[in-house]
């Protein structure tokens, strides 16, 4: 077996002290624009290590910035602090004492690595430039990326290029995945009301039923994806809700139906949300009822550019080597707010192997109450943070 390179080596030797720190995020977790206290421990760590910190950034994110010598490039490394409403059932010594809400995404293991990695590179500045470490807010679904870039955060922080990464179970522990281009899908929330005329239900001529019209709405709507979308692409339309009235002998007034989209070409997604919209709405003329589409947020197509996708890569397999680097890996269907940063700078978003979901028993997949993130991840991520910062800002 071949010798640990020397950051793992570093990593590895400060390990338990960034156990613990991941381990008390963990029993308090915060949910998205509400990461007071995970925000105050970040600040205040990085504040003691010698970054300029800069808070209040959309809402509770805030930046670490280091500057050495006279180099001009600048690099931005971002974690996410926010936790999900979910009821923790790991019975670990440090599971959540807030009910109804834990790490169930690996955020704080997140966080972890970025601080461990600052205080290395803090004790150890071989670099010359600025650094801007992201810690960013409410990532679940809340669009924090886009809130702190709209709170100036380019502009206050210029970036030549943002690097990201993610746990993910079942792959080993401790290997990287990367891919060049579409790494993470689109997501679009969709609501769909359908405005019918209420009636008895022995009378339905009388009436018109968004039931019926809502019914033909679902089964149209799988249409698109079969025929208006190139077989070689990948786009998902899932109606994951469809609620209408309460009494079996009455015909509603209106129906609701709730959609989740998912795609990973632009192209695809921009033509996947027309579609869904000229077919609702022709569909509800042939039915007789009014039809209006909402959307109600998501998040764009989460794509890698290839220089920074390769220069990563780079990185992962001088640090791990070839055996632990899965160089092209398929995309993958969920979704996440980094898009919008790499929508506006170059970079690269990551995956490393959670294996089993923590421990060695099953595979248990994010955003599951017995989840957990792998501590022995925390000096891998770390040693691959400040090892992609010296190479970055040499």
């Given at each position: ?15 338990d ?50 500057k ?101 179970p079942g ?36 009436a ?82 009014k ?46 707010d ?8 170059p ?13 060695d ?24 943070w ?6 970055y800002?040499?």
């Amino acid at each position: 077996m071949s010798a640990l390179h020397p950051q793992l080596q570093a990593q590895h030797a400060q390990a338990d002290e960034f156990i613990g720190v991941r381990r008390d995020i963990h029993r308090h977790p915060e949910l998205g624009y509400k990461e007071f206290r995970t925000s105050d421990l970040v600040a205040d760590k990085l504040t003691a290590w010698g970054y300029e910190v800069t808070r209040g950034i959309g809402g509770t994110g805030l930046v670490g910035q280091l500057k050495r010598g006279t180099g001009t490039k600048r690099l931005g490394l971002r974690a996410e602090m926010d936790a999900l409403p979910i009821q923790e059932t790991t019975g670990l010594d440090w599971t959540s004492q807030h009910a109804g809400c834990m790490h169930a995404c690996g955020h704080d293991g997140h966080t972890t690595m970025l601080l461990a990695a600052a205080k290395k590179i803090a004790e150890n500045p071989q670099f010359n430039g600025t650094l801007n470490l992201i810690f960013q807010p409410a990532e679940e679904g809340l669009a924090g990326a886009r809130r702190m870039m709209d709170d100036g955060l380019f502009e206050r922080f210029p970036c030549d290029a943002v690097f990201a990464m993610h746990n993910m179970p079942g792959h080993p522990q401790g290997h990287m995945l990367f891919r060049d281009g579409a790494m993470m899908a689109s997501s679009d929330n969709l609501d769909i009301l359908v405005e019918g005329r209420g009636g008895h239900g022995a009378m339905p001529h009388e009436a018109a039923d968004p039931v019926v019209a809502g019914s033909a709405i679902v089964m149209g709507l799988q249409s698109i994806v079969a025929r208006n979308v190139d077989p070689k692409q990948v786009a998902v339309i899932t109606v994951g809700a469809f609620q209408a009235g309460e009494a079996r002998n009455v015909i509603a007034h209106t129906a609701t139906l709730r959609l989740s989209v998912r795609t990973l070409d632009r192209e695809v997604r921009s033509t996947v949300l027309q579609r869904i919209q000229a077919l609702t709405e022709a569909t509800a003329v042939a039915y007789g009822v009014k039809a209006t589409v909402t959307r109600v947020g998501g998040y764009p197509v989460l794509v890698n550019t290839p220089a920074e996708a390769e220069f990563a890569r780079q990185v992962a397999l001088e640090l791990l080597g070839e055996d632990a680097v899965v160089p092209h890996a398929a995309p993958i269907t969920a979704s996440e707010d980094f898009a919008y940063m790499l929508e506006e700078v170059p970079g690269n978003y990551a995956f490393i192997g959670n294996g089993g979901g923590g421990g060695d028993g099953p595979i248990c997949m994010v955003h599951n109450p017995g989840y957990d993130f792998n501590d022995a991840n925390v000096p891998v991520g770390a040693a691959y943070w400040v090892l992609l910062t010296e190479r970055y800002l040499r």
